[in-house]
């Protein structure tokens, strides 16, 4: 074999086993794009289906329905006109804590209507909000599930009070106020929409008052709970 062939095979050689190795590394490459972007849903559906490629591959058609969608920020008075709606049924809380998560959860409707969700179907509803708020949606599934109770009448007082504090976690990533970083990084500190104090997203400031007959306590603590 001449020189020249010699070069000629060493080329393809390499071009074949870099074509290869990017091949290889594609799946790998989709599967940490995937965690990263659903968080605690990636996992979620790997449990839900019981095999990693076929979760994989749904997770892939949300991504693909959900950028067909028109989404929008909202302005800043939409912002505020929803911050002070929170604000109201907040305070409902006091005196009909089952009255307020169901308008707690008429609210997140509406704002998610607003954004440019579709609010059909609960399912395919979680599956879209899966795509851009996967490290906050289980709060909203754990509210769901309250609120079903709630109108079994089976839901306690402290069951709707972590309600609301779920509720919340879903309002505030929709509304577009910072969570927690998407990274585990540290905490930021920001307005509270529905407070004129200063928060601190690991350190928890949020209250509002009691209902009447919980016991020690004329304040409880509602900021939203650790992401985990």
């Known amino acids: 074999m001449n020189t020249t062939a010699t070069v000629i095979l060493i080329v393809v050689i390499v071009v074949v086993l870099a074509a290869a190795a990017f091949f290889a590394g594609r799946p790998m490459m ?12 990636y996992d979620r559906a790997v449990e839900q289906y019981g095999d990693r490629r076929e979760a994989e591959r749904n997770l892939v058609e949300r991504e693909r329905r959900h950028s067909e969608l028109t989404l929008k920020p909202l302005d800043s008075a939409a912002r505020e006109k929803y911050a002070t ?56 599934r754990k509210a769901h599930e309250i609120a079903r109770r709630s109108e079994a009448g089976e839901a306690e007082t402290e069951d709707l009070r972590q309600a609301m504090i ?63």
């Open 85 to 140: 709606e929170w604000t109201a049924v907040q305070e409902r809380f006091v005196d009909a804590p089952d009255d307020a998560v169901q308008e707690a959860d008429e609210l997140i409707t509406r704002l998610m209507r607003e954004r440019g969700y579709p609010t059909g179907a609960h399912d395919k509803r979680m599956e879209l909000l899966s795509v851009e708020h996967g490290h906050t949606l289980e709060h909203y």
């Open 30 to 41: 989709r599967r940490r794009h995937l965690q990263a972007r659903f968080g605690p849903e």
């Open 166 to 228: 779920h509720h919340r976690a879903l309002f505030d990533d929709l509304l577009g106020q910072p969570y927690r970083s998407r990274q585990g990084g540290t905490a930021s500190t920001s307005t509270d929409a529905t407070d004129s104090r200063p928060i601190t997203h690991d350190g928890h400031t949020d209250q509002w008052q009691a209902a009447p007959g919980e016991a020690n306590s004329s304040r409880v603590d509602t900021s939203k709970p650790e992401q985990r």
